[in-house]
């Protein structure tokens, strides 16, 4: 919830308030996923030695942070530094959690455990941008952002109080750790050649939207309000599907959902130069939200079926790193390509890379289901 608060009211906040251009307002969104890939790895690292609770009480508290100070932002700057850490708190929170679900859950309910994990998330992302909407709209158009900041300390507080006993993963741990990583990267290089590249595709088109369409809105004079209604139904039909998302994934393959999420967010993104209004933006939002709520644990259910089981963390610290450069380019290429072209072409090279994503996750990956009693596939890394 606290991360959807200011989806709806960032553009205008850097418009109105900090006097941004489209492009710049692509890149304050955009540099929440810098941040997280510059944690990424270090997340993974830190999140092996230093146990997983313990990483993400860290993490929500920089999240926290993060959020007053983009609150206290005064220029542009000063709120892309805050989104910087933003990103920086989420990497230490999500690769804790990941890498304990890693772990601790089977294979064969895989796809469901981490299907409900993202489903439960999408759906406080209902909450959040009706919440940010109305407290830029009736309070201050800075409102939103504290309130990310006091859900981000009690966050913090929920997780130090009410889970001190819950089982750390045991890892294996190197006393070099840039050995370490460089030996992992090596051993999975093809994966993340292939199937780290459909998770770049999927996370471009997913934070694409987040950029597009909130600006699309803005740019045909809806207001903050309005925005956030459209955001939060998108939201709502997206944390609607996450049970038929984890049933497919543990039945069918991962491969029965990733495929259609494509399909769908590049049809959303292909129909948003046709939304001139509030009812046409609503049907590209509803369509946006149905493509990522059939994509609901994709990644991550991914991730932990590719991961090694005696040291999880700095493998999907990687994993994440990559699947994160997605995110972050998405954002940070689309504002400068809004500048220079227009907003409608942006949204249709969105759904050209979604195209792309579908293509080859459907010929060039390999499906990673696997159940407890089948063999794991060899390893066929060559010396060097």
């Not at 005064?74 to 892309?80: E, H, K, R």
């Not at 910087?84 to 895989?110: D, K, M, Y």
């Not at 049970?243 to 543990?250: E, H």
Request: aromatic fraction near 10%.
């Amino acid at each position: 919830m606290g991360q959807s608060i200011v989806i709806p009211t960032l553009p205008g906040f850097a418009r109105e308030v900090l006097g941004s251009t489209d492009a710049l307002i692509g890149l304050a969104i955009g540099a929440r996923h810098l941040g997280m890939m510059g944690l990424d790895v270090p997340a993974g690292v830190l999140a092996s030695r230093l146990g997983t609770r313990k990483t993400m009480i860290l993490g929500a508290a920089l999240f926290a942070i993060s959020a007053f100070a983009a609150a206290a932002s005064m220029n542009f700057g000063w709120l892309y530094a805050a989104r910087l850490l933003t990103g920086a708190s989420f990497a230490l929170w999500s690769i804790s959690r990941h890498s304990f679900i890693a772990v601790t859950v089977p294979p064969e309910a895989r796809g469901k455990a981490l299907s409900l994990f993202g489903g439960v998330s999408r759906a406080a992302m209902v909450l959040g941008p009706l919440a940010g909407g109305f407290a830029a709209e009736y309070v201050d158009i800075r409102a939103p952002f504290y309130l990310q900041g006091g859900i981000g300390l009690a966050t913090m507080a929920f997780v130090m109080f009410s889970m001190r006993g819950m089982p750390e993963p045991t890892m294996r741990q190197h006393r070099n750790v840039l050995a370490s990583v460089g030996s992992m990267v090596a051993t999975h290089r093809k994966v993340f050649m292939t199937a780290g590249v459909v998770a770049i595709c999927l996370q471009f088109i997913r934070q694409a939207r987040e950029f597009i369409i909130p600006v699309w809105g803005d740019n045909v004079g809806l207001s903050e309000a309005e925005i956030g209604y459209v955001v939060a139904t998108s939201s709502a039909i997206d944390s609607t599907l996450f049970p038929l998302v984890g049933y497919s994934m543990d039945r069918w393959g991962r491969k029965s959902a990733g495929l259609p999420a494509f399909i769908v967010l590049s049809i959303s993104m292909a129909f948003l130069p046709f939304a001139d209004s509030f009812g046409l933006l609503m049907v590209a939002g509803i369509i946006a939200g149905l493509g990522n709520g059939l994509s609901s644990g994709f990644v991550l259910t991914m991730g932990a079926d590719l991961s090694p089981k005696d040291n999880p963390s700095e493998f999907i610290g990687v994993w994440r790193l990559i699947s994160d450069g997605g995110g972050a380019a998405g954002p940070n290429i689309l504002g400068p390509l809004t500048g220079a072209f227009s907003l409608a072409t942006a949204a249709l090279v969105t759904s050209g890379v979604g195209v792309f994503g579908a293509v080859l996750l459907l010929f060039g990956v390999r499906e990673t289901f696997r159940r407890r009693d089948e063999p794991e596939p060899r390893q066929t890394t060559r010396p060097g």
